[in-house]
């Protein structure tokens, strides 16, 4: 019989440390998505002829989307900054062995790359755009001239890309402290629900997008806005499956992912085993199952495959469903990670 | 019947040779103190002082920055503290910035307990309480204002009223705590043991822990020595129901049923008798009526008392051998709060005489002879004389009570016997959670014409009083010097650290103004008191220049041991160390220790215990946010196994219920495995009900308000306390 | 060179917290706040039981990784005697420091800075121990330099039984606890 008992209560990490909240998921959230969106419009680029003009959903809104919401992932950040008028320090040194360091730095590199990614499809994808801002037609014009650049846009996108989805995982997994995250899994773990998040958010903008009458009413109204701002020409729907294809292979990674990354703790000391413990049957279970692993992933695998197989139409519920599951991850985890403890079976 | 009162110490004049050699000791790691008062290092000052958050009264320097009050650490020249304090003195900062303090004087405007007040001005106050204690005295006679005060600061107010004329004054001290030691050490030794106890626990082998819970008790120096013993390898003995943080120290721990001491000490007796393991040669030396007393132990033997007490026959002869095997630095320690079962003062007695067969009374390692430095009172009128004897013991109804008894004035001011009680004057004693059955003493106080309650909190009996009068915190005051007894002997002075922060007087000041408007000034004759200090000092040699610079003032050390010379002699009827006292028999009391069970519970019931934390001093430190922030509500220690009968755990908030239907604030259960199943514990001073307190009010449970029944010690006329019994209720939706 | 560190003698350790409440005012720890605090383990059934008592703060690790994870330098090993430190004026309060240090040593100031024990530096370069260690009645606290062998902590260290706690984090920290 083992009474073990410390006599303290410093805000924020007793009883149990809740440092972090809604902010830092949200972050982590739309970094992976973000890191998927470049992930897959480096793939695209580097695939495609120079001057295909089929590539809109991947290379440019979805580098558009990136940029906006890794602004707003940058935004959380910061909201939970305790020092908020210093964050200026991140950028006057580099520190090799902090993640947040590198994730730092990275995200200034993302910026640049997604820009130069989405600028080369721009003119084509928002005529309007181009019209009132002609600059963007030349810049355009000098990167699909050079058809070394477009590769190396690509590829530099693709390698940001996968080191900002394994970042995310990272920044968590090297808090050996915190026995849940202390897994070399997490990095892939977070890369690949980010590279399905990704996917299913492209595959979503494809669905809204689709020509009257095949798309599904009630996202009309939501789509007439975006519309009549872009005067776009029909987004390359022939990519829909493809994405539809490709996330459904994310998930399965993931959900192969999270399993190892279970089977890990579960295989290991007590301590990982009781973190384990707190997402399979402790007080992270419901949540856990029900929105990271069936309506996060198991659903939307099923739907998706349904959809491939053309037995019923492609919807916007994969996506919402995988966007949704790929948010509840990043909450559970940075949740039950901070409940996670060494101490409380080692003494 | 010898009285009792009078007392022989050795006592040395102040010689000036002493301060002499004392004064190169300044350690060079202190240097900057030891320039002297208010030496400024780096924009900080240093003022040595004395520490008041609790009666043992360190050495203390407190350190200002920036005209702030910064940190207090222990004065090295002190031989209490000796440079370290302990948690409660170094969050002494805290009861100076407590933002919960009284700030003005107050009168009352509505009922007696409604807490409305309007402030008012010192002179008001001062002025409404003169004319209403000139009435009592009028209309009553003087000896109807009683006075409580606890502690030194209570000096001068202690002086006005018995220039008042009133006999009628106590401390919670002695019927609510060390009473029946006091008692029981002089029936046998013919002395006291004193505070600070003179245990000489620095050179103990044996330590016997009765309850006394060192170590939560944080009475300084006996702490530093107990875990010098400890780290010297000592061997420690506890009997807790309860394993105390002193019993994870113990090389055997005793895990007492409560109530049942006498049966253990009872046996340790006969096992020492009988095996012939006691010092017969000091015994045949220094006793008397050993072989009646020797006589009276045949029935106590191991097994008996583990029918009793529960503890196995051959732990109990092992730990006796053990501490027959290290007499005479064997030190059954006499604890100090000891009303526990009402009848105390024979089981203190059985301690006495346990400490006796060892030879351990003016020995090293068991009791040293303390001696203070001699420093005359200041020169002042003798007091008139009361017209009508103290009444808190009429007829000398407990017979070797020698001070006063708390409880005794507040049945006199019930019944109004044997003449009535119409004013109270209380000073730093919260008598609403410091005396039994809470009840009784609210009675008493709606009795009276008159409460005044001088404190520097909204304390719960501040809440009943007619008049309150803010006094400042030590660190804002001087009090009266301390020329303690002790093993050294030394003068401390108190003295002001920093400014009150608002309308706060010192207990001096109060009462040489209401001397004043009482017509009473010739008894305060001197113009402020560092006047009076310097002259109480220059009688002793020193100046009070010299005690501002260096707080204490250290005489030379006087012989502690009989064999070093220290006197042997005993104040009891018949000079000797009585076994067999026939002032007892003559009294109509069992001359020799017996034993008689406690009474048990209703079923299913819990005895409630209680104690202390070392962060905390009683009611009084619970407001102090330092002390608090280690500290802010009590948990009641539950078994483990009887938790989980009950279906409870570890940070489930109750209620406990006592016999009598008394109901605490909802408290967390600590399930624990240290400690019995037969009872609970709290630590005291949790449970405040006053609003005005309003870090501590209503955080955890009070164990005060759950004493409704005590038990009176028919010697000396104590409160045994741990004879309630209480049930825990779950709290809904907690 | 120099290597700090606390041996604490846990058998004398009463358990008192005079070492919290110091630490609080010479360092001017925040209301609600501590940087070292007091742990209990017992152990066995009642009554034989066995408790442990021990000082807790952070234990200036050898590999500490909330210096490794901090992405300003805020916190960072001092040049005297490995002291893990945090400069207030570079920490941004991402708090990862504090999620990486297994003893929950850490804790973010009302001022927004993650602060925690320093060892004392600021007395210990003035030749005085640390407040906890000087103001301990039991005088269970010992500080000192561990690459002097003759140091008090060294031979503590040397002649007793002691551990550090968590050992398996891989910090070796530098808080020693004798048994
Ligand atoms: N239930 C229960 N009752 C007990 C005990 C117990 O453990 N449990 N213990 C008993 C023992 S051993 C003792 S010694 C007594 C102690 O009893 P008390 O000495 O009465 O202790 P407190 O209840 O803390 O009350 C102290 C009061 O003094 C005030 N005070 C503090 N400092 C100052 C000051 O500088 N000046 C003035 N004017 N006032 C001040 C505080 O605000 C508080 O109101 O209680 C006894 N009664
Ligand atoms: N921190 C701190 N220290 C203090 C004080 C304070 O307020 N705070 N107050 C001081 C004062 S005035 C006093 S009087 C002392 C009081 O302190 P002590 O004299 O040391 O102890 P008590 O209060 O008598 O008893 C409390 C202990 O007795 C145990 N106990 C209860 N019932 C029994 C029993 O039947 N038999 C045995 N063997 N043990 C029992 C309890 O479990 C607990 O461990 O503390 C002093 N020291
Ligand atoms: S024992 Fe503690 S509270 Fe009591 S006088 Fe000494 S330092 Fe102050
Ligand atoms: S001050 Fe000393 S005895 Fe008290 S808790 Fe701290 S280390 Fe232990
Ligand atoms: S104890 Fe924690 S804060 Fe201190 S050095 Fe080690 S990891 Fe860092
Ligand atoms: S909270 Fe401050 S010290 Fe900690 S890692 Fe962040 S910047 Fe560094
Ligand atoms: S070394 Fe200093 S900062 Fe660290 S716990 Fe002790 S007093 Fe606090
Ligand atoms: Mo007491």
Redesign the interface.
Known sequence: ??????????????PA?H??GWEIPTYLFLGGLVAGLMIIAGVRLVAMRPRERQALVCCTIGPLVGLALLSLGMLALFL?????S??W??Y??F?P?????W??WILLLVYPALAANAIAHLPEAIPALAKRIPVLVTWSDFILGRSRLVLAIGFVNIVLGISLGIYTGI?LS?????PLWSSAVLGPLFLFSGLSTAAALLHGILVLTQPAGERPGFADFLLSALARLSESRPLDHKVAPTLAAADNSFLTIELALLGLLLVGHLTS?QVHRQAAALLLTGPYAAVFWVFVVGLGILVPLTLQTLELGHRIRHTLAPALLVLGGGFALRVILVAAG?ASH??SA?? | MPDLSRRRFLRISAASVLAAGLAGRATS?FAGWSEGSAAAKGGVRTVPTFCDICFWKCGAIAHVRDGKL?????NPEDPLSRG????RG??G?GAHSDPDRLRTPLIRVSERGQDKWKSVTWEEALEYLASRMAKIKADYGPESMALFSHGIGGTFLRHLMKAYGTPNIAAPSFAQCRGPRDVGFRLTFGDDIGSPERTDIANTECLVLIGSH???N?H?TQ??E???A??RGATIIVADPR?S?????AKH?L?IKPGTDLALLLAWMQVIVTEKLYDADYVAKYGFGFDAFAASLTGYTPEWAFTETGIDPETIRTTAREMAKHRPATLVHPGRHTNWYGDDTQRSRAVALLNALLGSWGRKGGFYQPSSMDVPAYPCPDYPKPARPKLDNPGKRYPFAHEGLTTGIREATITGKPYPIKGWMVYATNLISALPNEAETIRAIQALDLLVVVDVAPSEIAGWADVVLPESVYLERYDELNPELFRDPFIALRQPVVDAPDDQKPNWWIAKRLAEKLGLDTYFPWSNIESYLDTRLKGAGYSLAELKRRGIVRGPRQPLYFEDGASAEFETPSRKIEFYSTQLEKAGFDPVPRYTPPEGGPAGSFRLLFGRA??HTFGRTQTN???S??MDENAVWL???AALRLGLKTGDYVRLKNQDGAVSERVQVKA??????DCVYLVHGFGHTAKGLRRAYRKGASDSGLITRYKTDPLMGGTGMNVNFVTLEPVEGA | MSRYAMVI?T??C?????C???C???NDVP????RD???????????T???E?RSERCNHCAEP?C????????SHVHERGGVVLVTR????????C???????A???HP???ADKCTFCIHRVEQ??AP?CV???????MHFGDLDDPQSEVSRLLASRANHTL?P???TRPHVFYLT
């Not at chain 2, 370290?84 to 948690?87: E, V």
């Not at chain 2, 624990?672 to 199943?677: A, D, F, N």
């Not at chain 3, 209301?31 to 501590?34: D, L, R």
């Open positions: 019989m083992i009474e073990s008992t410390i006599h303290r209560h410093n805000a924020g990490i007793d440390m440092l972090w939970d900054l305790e020092h908020k210093h964050v320090r991140l006057l040194t520190r062995t902090s993640p947040m360091s994730g730092s920044l090297t808090m050996g402290a915190r000391t901070q060494w101490a080692a003494n | 790691a910064w940190k207090i650490e222990g370290r304090l302990c948690p170094t969050g900062v060192l170590g939560e944080m300084n702490v530093q107990f875990a010098e400890v780290g394993f943080v002193a019993a994870s120290k721990y895990p070392p962060m946010r330092l002390l922030d280690l078994n483990a196994t624990t495995q240290r400690i019995r199943p | 003698d058998r004398r009463v358990g008192c917290m005079d919290v409440v110091a609080k005012t010479e209301e609600g706040y501590c605090w007091i742990a209990e383990t017992v152990h066995g059934e009642f009554p039981l066995q408790m008592i990784p210096v490794d994870c901090c992405p300003t330098g805020a004026d570079k920490c941004i309060g991402c708090k990862a504090l999620a990486a240090c297994p003893y929950d850490r804790f973010i001022e927004g800075y030749g005085l407040a000087s103001v301990c009645p039991t005088h269970c968590l398996e984090a891989g």
